[in-house]
């Protein structure tokens, strides 16, 4: 089992920024998959990056495309999100998940094994 718990949400306003963290208890993070998904109240979950285990590729949502970094830092056990000039629409609880499916496709929800309970981001105008 991977409990995932991320932290680093808040209040920002427009074109600032926030470092989110995904921290695990009990297993190696860099065993998994590791992806960032938002959802906006009334909205659908989508995904906005990922990171491969092994080989640490990185994907990423077009609509976040330069402006978010996703890193591991191995060390800490933790999967970072840098989010550069927010905008108000950045505005979402996120979520960091893990996975280990085989064919993992870095986008798809149900790839996902384990979910932290999110954190909140809220970008003012």
């Known amino acids: 089992q991977v409990q995932l718990v991320e932290s680093g949400g808040g209040l920002v306003q427009a074109r600032g920024s926030l470092r989110l963290s995904c921290a695990a208890s009990?297993?190696?993070?860099?065993?998994?998959?590791m992806g960032w998904f938002r959802q906006a109240p009334g909205k659908e979950r989508d995904f906005v990056a990922a990171?491969?285990?092994?080989?640490?590729?990185?994907y990423y949502a077009d609509s976040v495309k330069g402006r978010f970094t996703i890193s591991r830092d191995n060390a800490k056990n933790t999967v970072n999100l840098q989010m550069n000039s927010l905008k108000p629409e950045d505005t979402a609880v996120y979520y960091c998940?893990?996975?280990?499916?085989?064919?993992?496709?870095?986008?798809?929800?149900?790839?996902?094994?384990?979910w932290g309970q999110g954190t909140q981001v809220t970008v003012s105008s």
């Open positions: 998940a893990a996975s280990r499916t085989t064919g993992w496709r870095p986008s798809v929800l149900d790839d996902y094994d384990y």
């Open positions: 009990g297993r190696t993070l860099s065993n998994y998959h």
């Open positions: 990171i491969s285990g092994s080989r640490r590729s990185t």
